[in-house]
């Protein structure tokens, strides 16, 4: 499975981003797919996840200003975030968790700044 995020940006606090992520190999296998943020010297974190039928999870920090879907016809992922703030900046990785493991996509730059 190969993962292809796209969307990040420069954006003010209170702004909005959409990413997206294309999924292309054996989409067929993925059980999940989700969306993980990394700053410097921390652990990468989930920001959400959603499966193949459609439920989904959200970090606590973010679940009332985010929102994650799928387009399983196009095998993409969004990740809309609205009301972002300067803590949300981040590198943003896409994830897929399928039958054969576990796939990430490169990251891509969030950057929430006046």
């Known amino acids: 499975v190969q993962l292809q995020a796209s969307g990040g940006g420069l954006v003010q606090p209170g702004g909005s981003l959409r990413l997206s992520c294309a999924a292309s190999g054996s989409t067929f296998s993925i059980n999940a797919m989700g969306w993980y943020r990394q700053t410097p010297g921390k652990q990468r974190e989930l920001v959400a996840v959603?499966?193949?039928?459609?439920?989904?999870n959200y970090a606590e920090d973010v679940k009332d200003r985010f929102t994650i879907s799928r387009d399983n016809t196009k095998n993409t992922v969004y990740l809309q975030m609205n009301s972002l703030k300067p803590e949300d900046t981040a590198v943003y990785y896409c994830?897929?968790?399928?039958?054969?493991?576990?796939?990430w996509g490169k990251g891509t730059q969030v950057t929430v700044s006046s």
């Open positions: 994830n897929a968790i399928t039958t054969r493991g576990r796939y």
């Open positions: 959603i499966t193949s039928g459609g439920s989904s």
